[in-house]
């Protein structure tokens, strides 16, 4: 039997209680703490201090770090006032892709051994764009670019916000009047698309940029823009319609693995660092819907690795509003090479079975594949290789919480030290805070192009997008923002990333 993603009833009702159980304390207040986004203070601490003891799997992460290029003390950054991404337009995005992982790394790099050239480094690489980049331009690939790059820009400045030197709050305007409203438009508009017109990545790259610029800059406001689109959200990239169908043997399908491999392996990825971002604020993602996410990650990563899935035919609209439009129907599972590596499964792996101490087999299995987990410039040339952070090995390797307790996401506004420090961490406990056992048999379960370009044309005069329809397993279901949710099946169009 299949459970699909909530009729009015069940989706308020399925693991409702463990959600309420789940919710780490001030999700919904207080003031944000710094660092943040991926990386807490006690985590950079952590790295540090497994580095320095010479621990595993840490220093064969951080040996993947050092061997880097982008990762190097003296990165001279290249800003430009405007970039342009997709077709029709003078390309030269890879040119702001290549100095945020550079600026990330570098940050990284210095949390780990204190040594000031790094962050230096960074710091000169945001201040120099900060300085002069002014908008981001392109065919719907824009998009794209805000999303991705805007995430991944803040997480490299919330590494270094309080170095000596680092313009902050110059950098906080240009993610609020570059990155943010592009990311938060998308949300909005869709381009003019029909709601189901984009596949899942699109939005999850726009909710992941909205939530890292709330974070980076303070403002609840965004963050809780996020946090409810991610939840209840009429495009393909909220979490109901991304993972459509739960099945009872705990794995839930992510219809992305209907298009590609390469697109689902993103989704996962930039739905787990959604989730990340949120905890470390307090905010309990990972867990949600009787942890949804958990269920669909398994999903995929069983797929990945060869396993035998099933899946769920669904169609889907497509085109512009009032404009050309059509339908395609998604009739089964994509083939899957066992080969693909992508960078995303340390952080999920260890969120599950380490903060949470729950089973997760086929999550455990394919990180041991895919470590030790490297970032950007080793995974090919093409922007696809760029699309995560990465360095998972060495940043979310952590040490499984006591039997008896789980351990909570970090309470927001708790300060920390800017500067690394090679002192242990211990990890926060709580009283099972966002601790509640997945239902459906969760728990006892056993290199290609540029995934971000979309593969097709803007479409011209297209306008703001209203709640619509999407087709799981034959039903129509009609959704309306404000209205009872209702299951849903993800779609979209573009053949590269999102």
């Known amino acids: 039997m299949l459970k699909i993603a909530g009729a009015a009833a069940g989706a308020a009702g399925i693991g409702a209680a463990a959600v309420t159980a789940a919710v780490p304390a001030s999700a919904a207040g207080g003031t944000f703490a710094h660092p943040g986004l991926l990386h807490t203070q006690a985590d950079l601490d952590r790295m540090a201090a ?67 050239a790094y962050a230096d480094t960074a710091r000169d690489i945001l201040n120099a764009w900060s300085a002069k980049l002014t908008s981001l331009e392109g065919s719907a690939d824009r998009f794209l670019a805000a999303g991705l790059y805007g995430y991944q820009f803040a997480n490299a400045a919330e590494l270094v916000r309080d170095h000596d030197g680092f313009e902050l709050a110059r950098f906080q305007k240009m993610m609020l009047d570059v990155f943010h409203p592009l990311s938060d438009d998308f949300l909005t508009n869709h381009n003019g698309a029909v709601i189901s017109n984009y596949w899942a990545n699109w939005d999850l790259t726009a909710i992941a ?79 949600y819907d009787d942890s949804r996410f958990l ?24 085109g512009a509003i009032n404009g050309w439009s059509g339908t395609e129907t998604t009739s089964g599972v994509a083939a899957a090479d066992p ?115 979309t593969g097709s044309s803007d479409l011209v005069a297209w306008t703001a997008a209203t709640g619509v329809s999407a087709l799981a397993g034959g039903l129509l279901l009609l959704r309306r ?8 099946a993800p779609g979209t169009t573009g053949a590269d990333g999102t």
């Open 339 to 453: 080969a693909m590596v992508r960078p995303i499964w340390a952080m999920i792996a260890n969120h599950y079975t380490k903060r949470r101490r729950l089973s997760a087999t086929y999550l455990t299995r394919i990180a041991a594949q895919a470590a030790p987990e490297g970032g950007g410039g080793d995974y090919g040339p093409n922007s696809g290789g760029y699309d995560q952070l990465g360095f998972g090995t060495l940043a979310f390797t952590r040490a499984k919480a006591a039997a008896g307790e789980t351990t909570a996401s970090p309470t927001a506004g708790a300060s920390a030290s800017p500067s690394p420090s090679s002192s242990a961490s211990t990890a926060v406990s709580g009283s099972g805070a966002g601790s509640a056992t997945p239902s459906s048999g969760a728990t006892p379960l056993g290199g290609r192009g540029d995934l971000a370009s």
């Open 295 to 318: 269920k669909g990650a398994q999903y995929v990563a069983k797929w990945s690795m060869g396993g035998d899935v099933p899946f769920t035919p669904f169609t889907r609209k497509k």
């Open 209 to 287: 940029c909205v939530l890292a610029t709330g974070i980076l800059c303070d403002d609840r406001a965004i963050v809780d823009r996020a946090v409810d689109y991610f939840k209840h959200g009429e495009g393909m990239g909220s979490i109901l319609n991304a993972i459509p169908v739960v099945h009872d043997d705990g794995l839930a399908e992510w219809a992305e693995a209907g298009r590609d491999q390469g697109h689902a392996l993103l989704g996962v990825g930039l739905m787990g660092t959604i989730c990340e971002m949120a905890w470390n604020q307090g905010i309990d993602l990972y867990g």
């Open 50 to 116: 497994k580095v320095k003891a010479g621990a595993q799997p840490y220093t064969t992460g951080f040996a993947r770090l050092t061997a880097n290029r982008h990762a190097q003390s003296g990165w001279q950054a290249n800003p430009q006032a405007t970039v342009y991404r997709g077709v029709g337009s003078p390309q030269n995005y890879t040119t702001l892709y290549n100095d945020i992982h550079a600026a990330y790394q570098n940050a990284l790099r210095w949390h780990v051994t204190g040594d000031t």
């Open 481 to 488: 923002r404000g209205q009872a949710r209702r299951a849903a």
